[in-house]
């Protein structure tokens, strides 16, 4: 016979806790496009069921759970019982957004992002392509998120998304910094001895020209380049740059469509 006691029920009913609760006015200092919360009625609570079952229950079934712990919890519509409302659509924003995403902020959004971009263009530094290459060399660009080898890699990725048009394509872009990343002996050896548990750890020095030697060897076969957007350096795209691109695609389509060859192009 099972030794199973099913759980018994007590229902939470502190009548004058409640009624203090019940009467007790909360206050809520809203701003303009702030309201109370039709869900919770500005309590910034509700009641959650915390369903749960026993192992052991003679009467159990798979993925039902018949017991409870009922509690309350925090509105999912709102913060400490106040929603916010969008100041250009009028609809209520979703609980944590700061936001709305309709139209009309998007639109918003969008000029501000052009005015910030206008400023930082304006603000930095003006490089031909010759003078750009000629001043950081084997340095890639930068727009809109991604690097490129050259102003000719941009603009050839580029050709898709603006249907083959070169005079909508971008006037600018972005250079980059360049960092080396390499293992250096010095770094390396004062780390160690620094984060040692054990006291007085010191390297002699032949100890350390041994790992320079080995590193500066490493370092030459494995060192990397990477590159990190530069807003302070713009980098001026010329029409001559665009025409050539676009001359050089319609070329490649005439190609692939067997209008042209290399005799004849």
């Known amino acids: 016979m099972s030794d199973f006691i099913k759980p018994k029920s007590a229902f939470?009913?502190?009548?004058?806790?409640?009624?203090?609760?019940?009467?007790?006015?909360?206050?809520?200092?809203?701003?303009?496009?702030?309201?109370?919360?039709?869900?919770?009625?500005?309590t910034g609570l509700t009641v959650i069921d915390n369903r749960y079952g026993l192992s052991d229950?003679?009467?159990?079934?798979?993925?039902?759970?018949?017991?409870?712990?009922?509690?309350?919890?925090?509105?999912r519509h709102c913060f400490h019982g106040v929603v916010r409302r969008c100041e250009y659509c009028g609809e209520i924003l979703p609980k944590g957004y700061l936001k709305?995403?309709?139209?009309?902020?998007?639109?918003?959004?969008?000029?501000?992002s052009d005015a910030k971009a206008l400023d930082v263009y304006e603000q930095a530094k003006k490089l031909?392509?010759?003078?750009?290459?000629?001043?950081?060399?084997?340095?890639?660009?930068?727009?809109?998120?991604?690097?490129?080898?050259?102003?000719?890699?941009?603009?050839?990725?580029?050709?898709?998304?603006?249907?083959?048009?070169?005079?909508?394509?971008?006037?600018y872009c972005y250079g980059t910094v360049r960092e080396t990343i390499r293992l250096d002996a010095d770094n390396i050896l004062t780390y160690v001895e620094e984060n040692a548990e054990c006291e007085d750890l010191?390297?002699?020095?032949?100890?350390?020209?041994?790992?320079?030697s080995f590193l500066e060897e490493w370092n030459n076969k494995y060192e990397r380049d990477y590159f990190y957007?530069?807003?302070?350096?713009?980098?001026?795209?010329?029409?001559?740059?665009?025409v050539e691109a676009y001359s050089e695609h319609l070329i490649a389509e005439f190609r692939a469509a067997g209008v042209c060859d290399d005799k004849n192009s």
């Open 57 to 75: 229950d003679p009467d159990k079934k798979t993925g039902v759970f018949p017991y409870t712990h009922q509690s309350f919890s925090f509105c």
């Open 100 to 112: 709305h995403n309709c139209q009309q902020q998007k639109e918003v959004d969008k000029i501000e």
């Open 202 to 212: 010191e390297f002699d020095s032949q100890g350390y020209e041994e790992l320079k």
């Open 229 to 242: 957007d530069d807003e302070t350096i713009v980098v001026l795209i010329p029409e001559g740059f665009k």
């Open 128 to 171: 031909t392509v010759d003078e750009y290459e000629a001043q950081y060399p084997g340095n890639m660009v930068y727009y809109e998120g991604s690097f490129f080898s050259d102003v000719n890699e941009l603009l050839d990725s580029l050709w898709g998304e603006y249907d083959g048009k070169f005079e909508n394509m971008p006037d």
């Open 12 to 42: 939470v009913s502190d009548a004058e806790y409640i009624q203090t609760l019940v009467n007790t006015t909360l206050r809520k200092d809203l701003h303009d496009n702030e309201e109370i919360c039709a869900n919770c009625h500005g």
